[in-house]
């Protein structure tokens, strides 16, 4: 069980290091202005998206559900921080949902947010891992 658990948090850690570095690079591509650096963070940004995020969101995922079976779903599901940390895991899909969308704007060109839109925004996974790490590691309720 406690394999489950470390391959979870490594690969939860390679999901949130793409979503604090990819708005990063929005916020970067939002300021250029040149083409080279606008096919280059398109590259960037695709590569991160794709190859680091999304893979890791899917096996950060695979391991909480087999830890979730494994440790009997019924002695948790009366636990309301496992609630709140599953409700904050929907929003947080929401969130790379919506990182998904942004890439598609710069990959079309048609972004019309600004550079500081996306310093906004690269601060929304901060608060969800702060939250998410509190419930999961202190179980307050």
């Excluded at 391991?63 to 599953?86: E, N, P, V």
Aim: aromatic share 22%; proline share 3%; hydrophobic share 55%.
């Amino acid at each position: 069980m406690l394999w489950l658990k470390a391959l979870h948090l490594i690969f939860m850690v390679t999901w949130f290091a793409g979503l604090f570095y990819l708005p990063r690079l929005f916020v970067y591509h939002a300021m250029s202005d040149d083409a080279i650096s606008n096919e280059r963070f398109k590259v960037m940004e695709r590569k991160l998206f794709f190859g680091i995020m999304t893979p890791g969101m899917i096996i950060t995922f695979i391991f909480g559900i087999w830890m979730l079976l494994d440790y009997a779903w019924g002695m948790y599901a009366s636990m309301g921080w496992l609630h709140a940390k599953l409700t904050l895991l929907a929003l947080l899909l929401v969130y790379h949902y919506y990182c998904y969308r942004y890439l598609m704007d710069f990959k079309t060109d048609n972004n019309q947010r600004s550079h500081v839109f996306y310093r906004w925004f690269n601060e929304v996974p901060v608060v969800f891992l702060i939250a998410i790490i509190i419930l999961a590691v202190v179980k307050p309720f």
